[in-house]
T-cell receptor, first 114, second 112 residues
Framework: DADVTQTPRNRITKTGKRIMLECSQT?????MYWYRQDPGLGLRLIYY???????NKGEISDGYSVSRQAQAKFSLSLESAIPNQTALYFC?????????????FGEGSRLTVL | TQLLEQSPQFLSIQEGENLTVYCNSS?????LQWYRQEPGEGPVLLVT?????EVKKLKRLTFQFGDARKDSSLHITAAQPGDTGLYLC????????????FGQGTRLTINP
């Protein structure tokens, strides 16, 4: 089983619908992140969390919200999806502490908003 | 504006050739990482460089961090089809920073 699991892996929805992407990890890491990947733009940070109930905005948080109710789970919500939120979404974890730690990514959730 | 600019964005070469991918910025980074991403998977860390001028080797891959810590390069010797993938550089602007800034990626295709 993967250390960082994302569900669903693929989702097609319509404009205006509420969507939740879920991430769970078995690595015991305290840091969790949500990134969005678009062709030619690399990975852009949406939200990140350093601990349960800790929420921090990334560079593109508008239109998204997150929840960290348990150390192992970090969910991303789109309250009212719009077509330009069509993208590949990645959850990642990292062990806290000094130094440049490694990010461990899930396999991604491909979201299409029609 | 992309904080980290990678070039080229696309590269298709024949097996056995050498190649270099660049990651450039006008900002100083405390550390820089390179990730490789294959279709249907998340990025996987290849290397972390933290010292200006540092060179690290991973089999046929050589990574270098610029002296001023504003740029990095990835050189692949005798490329193989298994090297095909999306290569991403990512930098941390502050020492120990838990947020990384990613480049836009270089999509590399090695043809048999």
């Amino acid at each position: 089983d993967a250390d960082v699991t994302q569900t669903p892996r693929n989702r097609i929805t319509k404009t205006g619908k509420r969507i939740m992407l879920e991430c769970s990890q078995t690595k015991g890491h305290d840091r969790m992140y949500w990134y969005r990947q678009d062709p030619g733009l690399g990975l852009r940070l949406i939200y990140y969390s350093f601990d349960v109930k800790d929420i921090n905005k990334g560079e593109i948080s508008d239109g998204y919200s997150v929840s960290r109710q348990a150390q192992a789970k970090f969910s991303l919500s789109l309250e009212s999806a719009i077509p330009n939120q069509t993208a590949l979404y990645f959850c990642a974890t990292r062990l806290g502490g000094s130094g440049p730690g490694e990010l461990f990514f899930g396999e991604g959730s491909r979201l299409t908003v029609l | 504006t992309q904080l980290l600019e990678q070039s080229p964005q696309f590269l298709s070469i024949q097996e056995g050739e050498n190649l270099t991918v660049y990651c450039n910025s006008s900002s100083v980074f405390s550390s820089l990482q390179w990730y490789r991403q294959e279709p249907g998977e998340g990025p996987v860390l290849l290397v972390t460089v933290v010292t200006g001028g540092e060179v690290k080797k991973l089999k046929r891959l050589t990574f270098q961090f610029g002296d001023a810590r504003k740029d990095s390069s990835l050189h692949i010797t005798a490329a193989q089809p298994g090297d095909t993938g999306l290569y991403l550089c990512a930098g941390a602007k502050v020492e120990g920073a838990q947020k990384l800034v990613f480049g836009q990626g270089t999509r590399l295709t090695i043809n048999p």
